[in-house]
């Protein structure tokens, strides 16, 4: 499948401070999705990207679909300890099929 | 109403036992996946049902046999499975058309000895 780039990897901050996060491709996306992972849980859906530009929040998280659609953006605010967990960017392609970054690790400072 | 369930939550199985997983999507999706997650990587995908029918295999080992009972139910069948298989299994579902948000549930940790 398509490769999708996330960086960083990892990541330790103070709580309280922002976040930011970004997700790379070398094709075009029509749809950027972002998910939250908690250690022995599924991912759950956060933000759904659809068109080039778009800025889409839900509570204190922002993500933006890039202009040029190779690129997406995940923002966190006065971050908190519930935070921590595992970050991906996906993105369909052939169809219903995702594919997936490789996860950037949120560890907050209590 | 966004939920998948699945069961069990943990599974610990014999390399000679033959166990099920098993997941309910009720959001309509005629969509269905199994994925295979190993620790700090993303989900790796092994199966892709649409409208009941399997559409995608991704050159998964034959121990593994999905099952799709009616266009709510995935079944993950586990036969003579190896360590190495042990890791979250998710599944997922989503609409059949765009934008293919796929919505996953909690996961069955799977340890095989």
């Known amino acids: 499948g398509q490769q999708l780039n996330q960086s960083p990897q990892s990541m330790f901050i103070q709580e309280g401070e922002d976040v930011s996060m970004n997700c790379t491709s070398s094709s075009i996306f029509n749809t950027w999705l972002w998910y939250k992972q908690d250690p022995g849980e599924g991912p759950v859906l956060l933000i759904a990207l659809y068109k080039a530009g778009e800025l889409t929040s839900n509570g204190r998280l922002t993500a933006q679909f890039g202009i040029t659609r190779k690129d997406s953006f995940l923002n966190i605010s006065a971050s908190i300890p519930s935070d921590v967990g595992i970050y991906f960017c996906a993105g369909p392609w052939a169809g219903n099929m995702l594919t997936f970054g490789g996860g950037t690790r949120l560890m907050v400072k209590p | 109403d966004t939920e998948v369930t699945q069961t069990p939550k943990h599974l610990v199985m014999g390399m000679t036992n033959k166990k099920s997983l098993k997941c309910e999507q009720h959001?309509?999706?005629?969509?269905m996946y199994w994925y295979k997650q190993k620790a700090k990587k993303p989900p790796e995908l092994m199966f892709v049902?649409?409208?009941?029918?399997?559409?995608i295999n991704e050159s998964v080992p034959s121990r593994f046999s999905p099952e799709c009972p009616n266009s709510s139910l995935l079944n993950l069948h586990l036969h003579a499975l190896q360590p190495e298989d042990s890791a979250l299994y998710l599944c997922a579902s989503s609409p059949s058309g765009p934008p293919y948000e796929q919505y996953f549930g909690p996961g069955t940790r799977l340890t095989v000895t």
């Open positions: 959001m309509g999706h005629r969509a």
């Open positions: 049902y649409s409208y009941e029918k399997l559409s």
